[in-house]
């Protein structure tokens, strides 16, 4: 093995890593303030991809124009398919929509879903997060497609092209492995930064610590909740929408192995804690990536819960300790 091929082993984990840290954040941040786990948080990583690939393809598929008789589509198409400014406005919109879309619809999963448990004992909530999860699989498979769908237009063309950003070591580094691994650390930096100095931070982290406490002070306890089941899924759509994209491909139950690594994750750096969260989920993605170019692809899901084994046996509180809310 040549010290090429780890580094390609390395960039590759790193960018998997980023996929997890994402959807891990939207497990440890409800967890934080609920003590809850929220097993539908896959589903929402596997919808933000749909929406993403639905809003690619009105966007930028002069097909769907054609085929739903939309003319109007195509100055919009032609201005997001010209390069330059406009591919930069058809990410953002993507991306964008995909968030606000799945974000308002982890919402409306916890108003009607969870809500109406939140003093049942715990086995209750969980019970229900996993008939939503089954419930959104199933919806998809039945009203959209069974097949895995490409992220491409109906030409074959694909919406974000693989290209070189740098080289390292002799090994090429995509823009979209740049995109992940940037995207991923800073919409930790921003969230860490809103839940840490911002007022309705102060609110979410008096909520996890002393709910009934933080209500009798002010604090919409809804409406904090309500807020945290917006931005963890927003944040599983934008990896759905990454996954898509590296891959090029999405499938009704896509979500699945990919929300079980990210509770990993979460639980590996310590659940509750948002660093925590980043941390374990670039930790496992490098793991698995060594484990299956210097091992065998077959056993890299078997090394990786190994080694969140280890950590549970040896700091059964994450590496870097679960959140402990502060006095505010």
Do not use: C
């Amino acid at each position: 093995m040549t010290f090429s091929y780890v580094v390609e082993q390395t960039i590759n984990g790193v960018t998997l890593g980023g996929l997890y840290a994402l959807v891990a954040l939207g497990y440890t941040l409800v967890y934080g303030i609920l003590l809850m786990i929220n097993f539908a948080h896959s589903e929402l990583f596997m919808m933000g991809g749909y929406v993403g690939l639905g809003v690619l393809k009105v966007l930028a598929d002069p097909a769907v124009a054609d085929k739903a008789g939309m003319g109007f589509l195509k100055p919009i198409q032609a201005f997001f398919m010209s390069g330059g400014v406009g591919f930069v406005a058809l990410m953002v919109a993507t991306f964008l929509v995909s968030a606000v879309v799945v974000g308002f619809l982890g919402v409306i999963i916890e108003r009607f879903a969870y809500r109406p448990l939140r003093h049942a004992p715990r086995l209750a909530p969980l019970i229900s997060a996993i008939g939503v999860s089954i419930f959104l699989q199933n919806a998809v498979l039945l009203w959209i497609s069974s097949k895995q769908l490409p992220y491409s237009r109906a030409d074959g063309v694909q919406f974000v092209t693989a290209t070189t950003a740098f080289s390292v070591a002799g090994v090429d580094v995509s823009t979209m492995q740049v995109f992940i691994i940037v995207t991923s650390l800073v919409l930790l930096a921003l969230l860490d930064t809103f839940v840490s100095k911002t007022r309705t931070g102060r609110a979410m982290r008096a909520t996890s610590q002393d709910a009934e406490a933080a209500g009798l002070m002010g604090v919409d306890i809804n409406r904090v909740i309500a807020l945290a089941f917006f931005i963890g899924p927003a944040l599983g759509a934008v990896a759905g929408v990454f996954n898509g994209m590296y891959y090029g491909s999405v499938k009704f139950n896509m979500g699945f192995i990919p929300g079980i690594k990210s509770f990993t994750a979460a639980v590996i750096g310590g659940i509750g804690n948002l660093r925590g969260a980043m941390l374990g989920g670039f930790m496992l993605g490098i793991i698995e990536s060594l484990a299956a170019g210097f091992i065998s692809n077959a056993y890299r899901d078997v090394i990786a819960f190994i080694v969140l084994i280890l950590v549970l046996v040896f700091r059964p509180g994450g590496l870097l300790g679960e959140a402990v809310a502060e006095k505010v």
